[in-house]
C-alpha cells in the first residue's frame, strides 16, 4: 500500500463543470487523513473565454489571496491545470498581454502572470484544434515544450489515448527539468489508457522519474481516490520513492519550493 498523502489534482465549481467548492474538497481531503490538495482549476480557452471587451474572464484566478492557505486542516495548493495549446508546447494566453494591471506585470503575458503566482502548476492537453491530427514527432515536441516550461511542477495526464508520443524523450526530459509526470485516476475511466499508462510507469521506475498520483476530481466525492492508479503501480511494482506526492515535503523538496 503506497503512502500518499498529497491529491494535487483537484477542480472546484471555478473550472465550471466542476461541482464541489474548495472547503467541501478540503474537508474531504481531511476525512481520508491528506496533508494537502491542489486547487488546479482550469485556466485556458476552454474554461475562460475572451469576453466582448477583449479580456478573459478569469474571476477567481486573480483573486487566490481571499483564500487562507490552510481550510478544515488541510494544505490547499493555489494553483491551475492550464491549457496546451498548440503543437509547439505553448500553454494558455501566451500571448496575451494584459492591457491593464500593475507595473510588476508590465511587458509579462497573462499565462505568466497567472502561472508565476500559483504554489502548484499543471500542464495538459485538452484538445485543441487539429491535437488529434499530430504525428508522434509533432506530439513529443508539444509536451516536451510545456515540460521545460519553468513555471510547470506537472505534465498532467500524458496518457489518455489517441496522442501516441515517444514516452523515452518525455521521461528523460522531465528527468532533466525535474517535471512530475502524472499517474491520473480519472484517466482510468477510459481502459484504453491502462496500457499507456502501465507503459510510462515502468519507463519511470527504469529511469528514476518522479510521478505524482492524482485523483483529477471534479467532485468532493472523489478527492483523494487514487485505486485504479495505485493498483496498476502495484502490479509493477513500482518505487514508493518515486512517488513525489508521498508528502507535502516531498514534493515542495523536489520542485524547490516552499508550501
Do not use: W
Not at 529511469?207 to 472523489?222: I, P, Y
Not at 485504479?228 to 506526492?245: D, T, V, Y
Request: hydrophobic content about 40%; proline content about 6%; charged content about 25%.
Amino acid at each position: 500500500m503506497y503512502q500518499i498523502k498529497v491529491d494535487p489534482h483537484t477542480h472546484t465549481i471555478a473550472s465550471g463543470h466542476a461541482f464541489s467548492t474548495i472547503g467541501e474538497n478540503a474537508m474531504e481531503a481531511h476525512g481520508k487523513g491528506l496533508e494537502g490538495i491542489g486547487m488546479t482549476d482550469h485556466f485556458g480557452p476552454m474554461s475562460n473565454p475572451i469576453g466582448n471587451d477583449g479580456r478573459p474572464d478569469l474571476g477567481p484566478l486573480f483573486n487566490i489571496a481571499a483564500l487562507p492557505k490552510v481550510v478544515h486542516g488541510v494544505r490547499v495548493l493555489a494553483g491551475c491545470e492550464i491549457d496546451i495549446i498548440d503543437f509547439k508546447g505553448n500553454l494558455a494566453f501566451h500571448d496575451f498581454r494584459m492591457p491593464f494591471g500593475p507595473d510588476k506585470d508590465k511587458g509579462l503575458s497573462l499565462g505568466e502572470i497567472i502561472l508565476r503566482n500559483r504554489d502548484i502548476a499543471i500542464a495538459s492537453l485538452h484538445m485543441f484544434p487539429g491535437c488529434r491530427d499530430g504525428s508522434i514527432v509533432q506530439n513529443t515536441e508539444m509536451y516536451l515544450g510545456a515540460i521545460r516550461n519553468p513555471y510547470i511542477d506537472i505534465l498532467g495526464h500524458p496518457c489518455r489515448p489517441g496522442v501516441p508520443f515517444d514516452m523515452d524523450e518525455i521521461v528523460r526530459a522531465a528527468k532533466e527539468e525535474h517535471t512530475f509526470l502524472e499517474i491520473n485516476d480519472h484517466t482510468f475511466d477510459t481502459p484504453a489508457a491502462t496500457d499507456n499508462c502501465r507503459k510510462l510507469a515502468v519507463k519511470c521506475a527504469e529511469e528514476g522519474v518522479h510521478v505524482v498520483v492524482s485523483s483529477d476530481a471534479h467532485s468532493a466525492f472523489f478527492v483523494g481516490e487514487f485505486g485504479r492508479a495505485a493498483a496498476m503501480l502495484e502490479e509493477i511494482h513500482f518505487p514508493q520513492e518515486l512517488i513525489a506526492n508521498e508528502s507535502l515535503e516531498k514534493m515542495a523538496r523536489l520542485r524547490g519550493r516552499t508550501y
